[in-house]
T-cell receptor
């Protein structure tokens, strides 16, 4: 299957700093990428949909000024958590759908665990 | 997307077939059944999907009832590495612009 890679896999930062997480589709072009957040023992929650060359669409309750998403190319989307606070500590996961072809399955990155001290 | 119902947890002995049920009684005619799994602290992994015919790949088999209101994911020879949360998701295919909506899934525990 197609490969989606995230970096970094783990990050620890101080409260008030910003953290950038990268999501890359390695062997396919992804018009659309998705960002999820997962708290311990809970399911994945969709945060936003990222479209190449346009502004991201955020789910209700997700602050767009806090979670900045950039999708500059068909293979790269970035999530920046601005002015991070301990409550932002979570597992962030990206996924991507094929630019063309495929039958709707999404491919997921390995996830990035953010810990804000 | 239609709602799905799965048991919260299941146990299965290593080497046995693991059968994971999913109810999706409100499924529409153009909605597919997708299965993903998430091993602890990893991103979800695509397993299989189908519309109305039974499907099989190298990972699993998917059995969909004739009325399409329920399905079963079968892992034919479960190993310890199959311990994970399994998600059954119903959605319209070829709608790549929409993200997946995850329920709580079934936590499958493979016992040695």
């Amino acid at each position: 299957g197609a490969v989606v890679s995230q970096h970094p896999s783990r990050v620890i930062c101080k409260s008030g700093t910003s953290v950038k997480i990268e999501c890359r589709s390695l062997d396919f072009q992804a018009t659309t990428m998705f960002w999820y957040r997962q708290f311990p023992k809970q399911s994945l929650m969709l945060m936003a949909t990222s479209n190449e060359g346009s502004k991201a669409t955020y789910e209700q309750g997700v602050e767009k000024d806090k979670f900045l998403i950039n999708h500059a190319s068909l293979t790269l989307s970035t999530l920046t958590v601005t002015s991070a606070h301990p409550e932002d500590s979570s597992f962030y996961i990206c996924s991507a759908s094929l630019h063309s072809g495929g039958t709707g399955e999404l491919f997921f990155g390995e996830g990035s665990r953010l810990t804000v001290l | 997307d239609a709602k799905t119902t799965q048991p919260p947890s299941m146990d299965c002995a290593e080497g046995r077939a693991a059968n994971l049920p999913c109810n999706h009684s409100t499924i529409s005619g153009n909605e597919y059944v997708y299965w993903y799994r998430q091993i602890h602290s990893q991103g979800p992994q695509y397993i299989i999907h189908g519309l109305k015919n039974n499907e099989t790949n190298e990972m699993a088999s998917l059995i969909i009832t004739e009325d399409r209101k329920s399905s079963t994911l079968i892992l034919p020879h479960a190993t310890l590495r199959d311990t994970a949360v399994y998600y059954c998701i119903v959605r319209v295919a070829l709608r790549g612009a929409d993200g997946l909506t995850f329920g709580k899934g079934t936590h499958l525990i493979i016992q040695p």
